[in-house]
């Protein structure tokens, strides 16, 4: 366990054992011309945290317990709907099963020893090497009754991008998934109304994902004509 701690003074203990997902080269990962850093002999790994041990530390456990049995009350399994409880660098994610994604959001809100009231959005990653699992959704929940902040992260594979919609639950979520969705592909299934919110609605594919072409045309800054991304001269 390090000595590191989060905003709320809670250890930040943090499980090496995570899972290697690919290997980066060069700066940005790159492939074929398109790093034009300088570090094209830079090799890493790529890797998810794997599930931490108890005890977690503070009041994680207070929320891990509380949760897990407050999802037995309900018929449900928390081995079932928690596919593995994360500490990382002193913040706690909960990574659910997407099918049972709106009941624990429901209980987080509700249950009064939570009380996560807030969902104040949800990110989307593309990790091309979780296979699978390539295409996450993390949503960031806090409660203003006990000033605590966790995640939820649910995943999707591509050939199958469909995750329950939260509007029901946190309806300022309603943006933010039609945003994740616009950028990541990302179906939020009973979203009342999924369409684009900042890409043309015919706009062809989804930017943010790590295999989307980088493409583009020429620029002029300052009297240089700039070439597109992927036509700039790589040192890789």
């Not at 928690?82 to 994610?93: A, F």
């Not at 902040?149 to 998934?177: G, K």
């Not at 992927?230 to 040192?235: A, H, K, M, T």
Request: charged content about 25%; some cysteine.
């Amino acid at each position: 366990m390090s000595d590191e701690r989060n905003s709320n003074g809670v250890p930040a203990p943090r499980d090496e054992t995570g899972e290697v997902i690919g290997v980066r080269k060069g700066m940005f990962g790159a492939n074929n011309g398109g790093d034009t850093s300088g570090y094209g002999g830079l090799v890493r790994t790529v890797a998810l945290p794997g599930a931490t041990s108890r005890p977690y530390g503070g009041w994680f456990d207070e929320v891990a317990d509380e949760l897990e049995g407050a999802l037995e009350e309900q018929d449900l399994l928390p081995g079932n709907a928690i596919e593995k409880t994360v500490v990382d660098r002193g913040e706690l994610t909960f990574h659910i099963a997407r099918e049972h994604l709106v009941q624990v959001a429901r209980t987080l809100r509700d249950d009064p020893a939570l009380r996560f009231e807030l969902c104040t959005g949800v990110s989307g990653v593309h990790f091309l090497g979780d296979k699978g699992r390539e295409l996450h959704a993390v949503y960031h929940l806090r409660s203003i009754t006990h000033g605590r902040l966790i995640r939820l992260e649910v995943s999707a594979p591509d050939s199958d991008p469909h995750i329950p919609s939260l509007v029901t639950v946190y309806p300022t979520n309603d943006w933010h998934e039609r945003e994740t969705y616009d950028f990541f592909g990302l179906v939020f299934d009973g979203h009342p109304a999924l369409t684009r919110i900042m890409m043309p609605d015919d706009w062809q594919g989804f930017p943010q994902r790590k295999d989307y072409p980088l493409g583009g045309i020429a620029v002029e800054y300052k009297g240089a004509q700039i070439p597109a991304p992927d036509q700039r001269r790589s040192y890789s």
